[in-house]
């Protein structure tokens, strides 16, 4: 899907990757946000930094902390680590996200809204079966 496998693992478990866009070892340093302002009333997480920068800023809003909501905290990083590595393509991070939950776990959630808001379904990537 156009994510490098090992840039993705390392950034999960290490914070820290090698991005094949800018050819340097880059930094994942998260901040997080106290206000809902600015893409955090719309957002649980967003990233920011990505190509202009020695470390890209995953940032996590207060929706993110919202009691019971672990599928979405799980769901969130997954997502944002994916723009992280990959770029800004929300098909792509959506679909990448959905397959590594379908791996781990033999099922997804649920992003037909999403994926429909986001004009996904005449992208070149797919949500698993």
């Known amino acids: 899907m156009g994510v490098d496998n090992a840039a993705y693992a ?35 997480a967003y990233v920011a930094g990505v190509s202009n920068s ?3 800023h995953l940032f996590i809003c207060p929706q993110f902390f919202t009691p019971g909501a672990d599928l979405l905290r ?14 800004t393509d929300e098909c792509q991070a959506m679909a990448y996200t959905a397959q590594i939950q379908m791996l781990a776990t033999g099922s997804y959630v649920p992003v037909a809204k999403y994926w429909k808001e ?3 379904a005449g992208s070149r990537y797919r949500l698993p079966d």
Do not use: P, Y
Not at 12 to 39: C, M, P, Q, Y
């Open 118 to 120: 986001n004009g996904c």
């Open 10 to 44: 390392d950034a999960l478990k290490a914070r820290r990757f090698h991005s094949a866009r800018t050819g340097n070892v880059r930094d994942v340093i998260f901040v997080i946000e106290d206000s809902e302002k600015g893409s955090c009333a719309k957002f649980a």
């Open 74 to 87: 799980e769901t969130t990083i997954l997502h944002e680590m994916v723009h992280v590595v990959a770029g």
């Open 54 to 56: 020695e470390a890209a």
